[in-house]
């Protein structure tokens, strides 16, 4: 009976901890903690563009909803900055004029992903998404612009070795902080541009 009881505790165990997984920070940017104060704030229109890969093919999926969130987080981090007195996705009368595009590219490997998943995670599986973010910024009294570039990422994880690291990052809290990080950060660069002092 002693000899079963170990037996199933043994495979509850490993039941338990396969699967695991957590989400990483590629570590490319860090979150901004305060914003720098401005003399005159602006206005500032944003159009936002979002398309989405995987393994350097086109994956539209999810373009609409993911484009759609992070327009309007965008909004958000502009408005939360301090920065600008005014941010909108649907005034076209207004100081500034931002562009942005963000792609996400997902690398992933089907074969050892499914190596993983055979083996009970015993085998480690890693995925990562990487986001480059391509803005312009149009001063729409003088025409005068600037391009702003940045990227940032994240890494996927799962391994049955994974336990000690726990709490885990899921997956979709981890990508949310990264575009937060993302739009945290070009924020700070439309400050360096020059565009609002």
């Not at 005159?40 to 944003?46: E, F, Q, S, W």
């Not at 373009?63 to 965008?74: H, V």
């Not at 890494?155 to 937060?180: G, I, V, W, Y």
Request: with cysteine; proline share 3%.
């Amino acid at each position: 009976m002693k000899h079963w009881i170990c037996r199933i505790s043994a495979m509850l165990v490993v039941a338990a901890l396969s699967g695991c997984a957590s989400s990483f920070n590629t570590g490319w940017l860090d979150p901004v903690e305060e914003y720098p104060a401005v003399a005159m704030k602006k206005t500032v229109y944003v159009d936002l563009a979002y398309s989405g890969k995987l393994n350097d093919t086109a994956w539209p999926r999810n373009d609409i909803q993911n484009q759609a969130f992070l327009k309007q987080r965008c909004l958000e981090h502009l408005t939360e900055s301090g920065l600008f007195s005014f941010a909108s996705g649907d005034l076209d009368t207004t100081d500034l004029r931002l562009y942005v595009a963000i792609i996400n590219d997902k690398q992933t490997d089907l074969k050892k992903q499914t190596l993983c998943a055979l083996t009970l995670f015993l085998v480690p599986y890693t995925a990562t998404d990487s986001f480059r973010l391509m803005a312009v910024l149009k001063d729409a009294r003088t025409g005068e612009e600037t391009k702003l570039t940045l990227k940032d990422g994240v890494k996927h994880r799962q391994s049955l070795f994974l336990a000690p690291l726990a709490p885990f990052n899921s997956s979709d809290d981890a990508l949310e902080a990264c575009t937060d990080r993302l739009l945290q950060n070009l924020c700070l660069e439309i400050h360096r541009s020059g565009f609002v002092n």
